[in-house]
């Protein structure tokens, strides 16, 4: 995909402008917020322009931590990595519909935080244009707050984030998307937090057969394993494999999605009007 010239410049321009009078980027090593670390360390002036920080919480993914880290050391820029129980607030523990507003709140004051401690501007993250077409209340926290995001305001979708990464020869721009283990859970359920290891093992054993995308949804004692439709036929010559893996980490009852994967499917129980109260601008997109 080829990015028309104006909005690359764009996009490094309100980057030079946020450096000017530094600001702290809400890192998680993904390929959104490494664009932006990938140009910030590109114009910045002094090392300390830019400060990544780095949420490593009970719901952070395996590997997530050791990525951030490596792409910060790669890119010579400090990271800030802040461990935080996010099942102290209470709309997380018990996953609420707008968890996600909740979380985001909860985990940008310590951005914010640091942001004073060292005199900075901005908090900044990597929010993109497709980002507020689909359901996720913690992107409405994150504009209560007051955090930048230069890749929605510079007009970019997550491919042309994609295609700019590739040109920027960053090695995450294949990445695909890691949002946090409550995902796994269904809406007004306590999460069971005893799974997650089992949650991350069983999804790094999954992508062992070249899989894409990997999702393992867990309803009590049934689980749902999603992937993509194109990638069934990697799956089907080893489910005895996967089903004795599986069982092994205490699945009980193991499913294949026939929908195959799809961001966000535990979405799909929350009423249009719910979704829309939560994020008005998703009334632009119906």
């Known amino acids: 995909m080829d990015i028309d010239k104006t909005k690359k410049e764009k996009l490094d321009n309100i980057v030079k402008d946020l450096l000017k009078e530094k600001f702290v980027l809400a890192f998680s090593g993904g390929v959104d917020s490494s664009l932006i670390l990938k140009i910030a360390s590109m114009y910045r002036e002094e090392r300390n ?17 050791e990525n951030a880290q490596s792409l910060a ?6 990271l800030k990595v802040v461990d935080i129980d996010v099942f102290d607030n209470e709309y997380i523990k018990n996953n609420t519909i707008d968890r996600c507003y909740h979380c985001k709140s909860f985990l940008f ?6 942001k004073d401690e060292l005199g900075y501007k901005y908090v900044v993250d990597g929010s993109n244009l ?15 707050k007051g955090v930048v995001s230069p890749l929605e305001m510079a007009g ?12 920027l020869n960053l090695s995450v721009y294949k990445r695909p998307s890691a949002p946090c283990l409550a995902t796994r859970f269904p809406y007004n359920h306590l999460i069971d937090t005893d799974k997650f290891e089992a949650i991350n093992k069983a999804e790094t054993f999954l992508k062992t057969f070249d899989l894409k995308n990997v999702r393992l949804r867990v309803y009590g004692d049934n689980t749902r394993i999603e992937v993509d439709r194109d990638d069934f036929d990697k799956i089907f010559p080893h489910i005895d494999e996967i089903v004795k893996k599986l069982k092994g980490l205490g699945f009980t ?8 994967y799809r961001s966000g499917s535990m979405d799909e129980v929350v009423d249009e009007e719910e979704k829309i109260k939560l994020n008005p601008w998703l009334a632009n997109e119906r």
């Not at 497709?130 to 209560?144: C, H, I, Q, S």
């Open 49 to 65: 322009d830019v400060v990544a920080i780095m949420y490593n919480t009970n719901t952070t993914p395996d590997g997530d931590l």
């Open 73 to 78: 050391r790669d890119m010579d820029v400090e």
């Open 109 to 114: 004051e310590q951005a914010f935080k640091l």
């Open 130 to 144: 497709d980002d507020k077409k689909v359901f996720r209340p913690g992107v409405r926290a994150l504009n209560d």
């Open 156 to 167: 970019f979708s997550k491919n042309m984030v994609r295609a700019y990464a590739k040109e």
């Open 253 to 260: 009852y193991i499913n294949l999605d026939l929908e195959g």
